[in-house]
């Protein structure tokens, strides 16, 4: 069976009320998460075998982590223990937050402390078959780049599938290297890339040639998104699977091209949303989980997108959604719309 391979950051999210009511209660949810774990933890749930791979310091904080990924049939064999912090971040509850944005606390993490050579890439991918990572690690600083490097070479040499969720987050990009001076050498090992329109342009150099989605149509959207993608398959001819998300107001779709054939999802109604974290997560482990079972273009990019749907209205990073629950929300979405 194809074992897959995420490597990442884990984080603690600390969830906040609002208005001072963290501080009246004297409480504040924790939820376990990171991109590429939240990743792992929806495929380890849809019965795909799972690797996963941090830095994590040795104490009983981190052993009481493992055991509960361990729980959720997440390997974590090969977790490196070292340095002695877990990086953190602040995020408020509610789905809707206009005036307050995430607080990232990752400075000297144990994973932010790793250096090229630390890790025995060929060792620990011995077996696996897909390496999945995202623009996150990279963004830290340039020892993490280098070991991102490090163990793309390494799966590239092996045969492993590469793939890359083109994840953006500007805060952390702080270490004197833009996007584009590390991001390119990167995404050239990958054969799978997932993002949207404007993080491949900000990280990768690709014209999105519009702005933004206000106001445009879906063949807007879509036209945008081909586009964009062909610059791409330009920019990486190794690469042969592209993905685009769109979280629109109200409604949520994906746009695939695989080898020669474009799909675009169903299009899904959003309403009432409860949680946007790892939604993207969710729909990257949807792109996976498709391609592994070797799914057509529109079954692929129909599953992730419902999957990523489903996330909106669960409460914290990751998913917790069964395969049924999935294609449930992709069948009675059909039935809303009258196709079934």
């Not at 150099?205 to 959207?221: F, M, Q, R």
Request: negative net charge.
């Amino acid at each position: 069976m194809n074992t897959v391979f995420c490597f990442g950051e884990l984080l603690l999210r600390l969830s906040p009320q609002l208005n001072g009511e963290w501080i009246k209660q004297k409480s504040m949810p924790v939820y376990i998460g990171g991109a590429e774990l939240n990743v792992a933890t929806a495929l380890a749930a849809w019965n795909i075998p799972v690797s996963y791979v941090t830095a994590l310091p040795g104490n009983y904080l981190s052993k009481e982590i493992c055991t509960s990924l361990n729980e959720k049939k997440i390997n974590t064999d090969n977790i490196i223990f070292s340095g002695n912090r877990i990086g953190t971040y602040y995020l408020p509850q509610g789905a809707d937050l206009k005036n307050a944005t995430v607080i990232y606390d990752r400075a000297f993490s144990s994973f932010s402390e790793l250096k090229p050579g630390q890790i025995d890439w060929e060792k620990i991918l011995e077996g696996k078959t897909w390496f999945h990572f995202s623009a996150i690690s990279p963004a830290l600083n340039a020892n993490v780049a280098a070991v991102c490097k490090e163990g793309l070479e390494a799966a590239k040499k092996m045969e492993l599938t590469i793939s890359v969720d083109l994840n953006y987050r500007e805060k952390l990009w702080q270490h004197g290297k833009s996007p584009k001076d590390i991001m390119p050498e990167l995404i050239k090992y990958c054969d799978v890339i997932m993002g949207n329109l404007w993080s491949a342009e900000t990280l990768l150099w690709i014209n999105a040639t519009i702005n933004d989605s206000a106001g445009k149509s879906h063949e807007e959207l879509i036209d945008a998104a081909g586009k964009s993608m062909l610059q791409l398959h330009q920019q990486y001819p190794t690469a042969s699977t592209f993905a685009y998300t769109f979280r629109l107001q109200h409604e949520y779709f994906g746009v695939l091209q695989h080898g020669k054939e474009m799909a675009v999802s169903e299009n899904f109604m959003i309403e009432n949303v409860i949680d946007k974290a790892g939604s993207g997560d969710c729909f990257m482990a949807g792109l996976i989980y498709g391609l592994l079972h070797k799914y057509s273009p529109q079954q692929i990019v129909n599953f992730a997108a419902a999957a990523a749907t489903g996330k909106l209205y669960e409460t914290g990073d990751s998913t917790q959604q069964t395969e049924d629950d999935v294609r449930n929300r992709l069948l009675m979405n059909k039935v809303i719309k009258g196709e079934e």
